[in-house]
């Protein structure tokens, strides 16, 4: 910056000393102010040549091209999800939603929520089977129940059953493919995250032909079908 000042300075001086040599003639050659300044212009002109042919080659080329403009999204336009599968699971409490699910397998869980869904709520609805299955999987999360299905589905206390399939004295043979089916993917479903807004943390169930005694003391949350269910305090 300061030899590009010292240049234009000199290029300043020498075109106003030249007007002033043109205009004077009684200035002497020996004496010209006009020479000297085309002395210091060239010593001036070769230290920018000997400055620039020291830049490295990407930093002049970065200072011809200039500085990038800062680009702006499209107005109106939306970013997209780096993977759009991993959004929330999307459920339509129907049987033709159900029935286009993949055929559903899993591990001794997943069995076990699917036979309490087939042997408790298979009479049900799409949506009371998918109640049903919230309520296990929302004792699951509860310290007050064990932290697996399998554990919840089983548990027993004070000479009965949580579930009564469990210790009914029946043999547990699901001899309805197509409900068994159902059962399947509803639990496939729910295992792999799908949302629990049908019972608002219901942890207990009833059928509407009983009535224990639990009902009058816990709040109620919801109605679906034949079944009612209720929130522990």
């Known amino acids: 910056m300061r030899l590009h000042q010292a240049w234009t300075n000199a290029l300043v001086a020498l075109c106003v000393l030249s007007g002033a040599a043109f205009a004077d003639v009684t200035v002497s050659h020996s004496n010209d102010p006009t020479s000297l300044i085309g002395t210091q212009f060239a010593s001036l002109l070769d230290a920018e040549y000997n400055t620039v042919d020291a830049v490295p080659q990407a930093r002049l080329s970065a200072m011809a ?23 929330p699971i999307l459920v339509s409490y129907t049987a033709d939603w159900v029935a286009a699910q993949p055929p559903a397998t899993g ?13 408790e709520a298979r009479g049900e609805t799409i949506k009371g089977q998918f109640a049903v299955a919230e309520v296990i999987l929302n004792r699951v999360d ?11 589905v089983e548990q027993g206390g004070g000479g009965s059953c949580q579930f ?15 409900a068994a089916e159902t059962a399947g993917r509803i639990a496939r479903v729910m295992l792999d995250g799908a949302p629990r807004g049908l019972t608002g943390g219901a942890t207990y169930f009833h059928n509407r032909t009983v009535w224990p005694a639990w009902a009058n003391r816990f709040p109620r949350t919801a109605s679906i079908g034949s079944h009612m269910f209720y929130r522990q305090p």
């Open 65 to 87: 091209v200039g500085p990038k403009a800062a680009t702006k999204p499209l107005l109106g336009t939306k970013a997209k999800k780096a993977n759009p599968s991993t959004g």
């Open 107 to 119: 591990d001794a869980q997943w069995n076990c929520l699917k036979m309490a869904l087939y042997f």
């Open 142 to 152: 509860s310290p007050r129940y064990p932290n697996t299905v399998c554990g919840v």
């Open 164 to 178: 009564s399939f469990v210790c009914d004295g029946a043999k547990n043979t699901m001899a309805d493919p197509q």
